[in-house]
């Protein structure tokens, strides 16, 4: 392959959505306010509820790595009481969540034969805008049952705007509060041709990733980059360029993927954040992931395609590597 076909590809790769990215659905954020349109929406034969347990997971069919899908007939019958939230409309469709506790999970389980899924497993299992929408899903749900009062006054909050919103219910306050995300920037760190992956302990024998950390007040994603990759590896970063994102509601998170180049190779490990880190070249990644001594993040994961638009580059498709390993 020449020099020109790598880097096609490797721009391919990196152009290639995330997990949970991408999902071609309009949010509707101008009529969340509209109750009476709403109401339509939730009675419409054609709109769909995807259903979340207490603990934020889904339902899918018995045989069949796809959600389990509510009608508005089956969420009046059963479900009636509990709101839902507006996710937004795809493809002429209306798609709704609501969060139910576990004796209502159980009714589900039983009429349907449907089974529990977590986000993790569906990530790797669900079709694309399946999983995307059930990332978004449990991204509010979490919030809107972290969210049970006001932080300023103390009185309980009502949720408003189909969910998106929630409202103090002191008409002396009446703040309005809104969901939140945590931002996290995860990194692949290169110098003079090799990668800094590092790993926790706890982790399965061989695994190394990129390195990653949250956003501190004040501080903008390129030096969270240069600070999280010196508090944890004691390398210093010259600079770093955006690569891609990607949601992360694991509760809360979004995860902002860079690329950077290190001054030097020089590691030092600090408050014991990491059990260990290393330059690992092309050639040892390949050699590790052959021979099984070294592991990457399953695809779930942006850290997996940091991984693998480094290695486009350098003409190594970590697809390929896999493949070979399970083989």
């Known amino acids: 392959m020449s020099v020109e076909q790598e880097r096609d590809k490797a721009v391919a790769t990196r152009a290639r ?27 419409t034969d054609s709109s769909r509820f995807l259903v979340l347990d ?29 709101p839902a939230t507006l996710l937004g409309i795809a493809g002429g469709v209306a798609y709704f969540t609501l969060a139910v506790d576990e004796a209502h999970a159980e009714i ?25 929408l059930f990332a978004f899903a449990k991204g509010i749900t979490h919030w809107q049952r972290q969210t049970r009062f006001c932080s300023f006054c103390g009185s309980p909050v009502l949720l408003v705007a189909s969910g998106h919103r929630a409202q103090c219910t002191n008409e002396d306050c009446a703040h309005l509060h809104f969901p939140r995300t945590d931002a996290a920037i995860i990194v692949i760190v290169e110098h003079d041709g090799a990668c800094l992956l590092g790993r926790q302990r706890g982790w399965p024998k061989g695994r190394y990733s990129t390195l990653a950390g949250f956003i501190e007040p004040g501080e903008s994603l390129e030096d969270a980059v240069r600070r999280e990759v010196r508090e944890e590896s004691g390398v210093e970063v010259a600079y770093a360029t955006y690569h891609s994102s ?16 290190a001054r030097t190779r020089d590691i030092h490990l600090r408050d014991n954040e990491l059990e260990d ?7 040892q990644i390949v050699d590790g992931m052959t021979d099984g001594s070294l592991a990457v993040p399953p695809p ?20 390929e590597l896999a493949r070979i390993k399970q083989a």
């Open 300 to 319: 779930l994961s942006v850290s997996y395609r940091l991984i693998e638009h480094w290695l486009a580059l350098r003409g190594v498709d970590l697809g």
């Open 17 to 43: 959505e995330n997990v949970f990215a991408g999902i071609d659905i309009d949010r509707m954020a101008e009529r969340r306010d509209d109750r009476l349109w709403v109401d339509e929406l939730e009675a």
């Open 108 to 132: 589900f389980v039983a009429l349907s034969s449907a089974r529990r899924l977590g986000l993790r497993d569906a990530g790797l299992l669900f079709p694309e805008f399946e999983a995307g």
């Open 54 to 82: 207490s603990e934020g997971q889904a339902f899918a069919h018995a045989d069949a790595d796809q959600l389990q899908w509510m009608t508005p007939a089956t969420r009046s019958d059963r479900f009636g009481d509990i």
């Open 277 to 283: 880190a290393r330059w690992f070249t092309v050639k």
């Open 246 to 261: 990607q949601p992360w509601p694991l509760p809360a998170s979004l995860m902002v993927g860079f690329t950077a180049t």
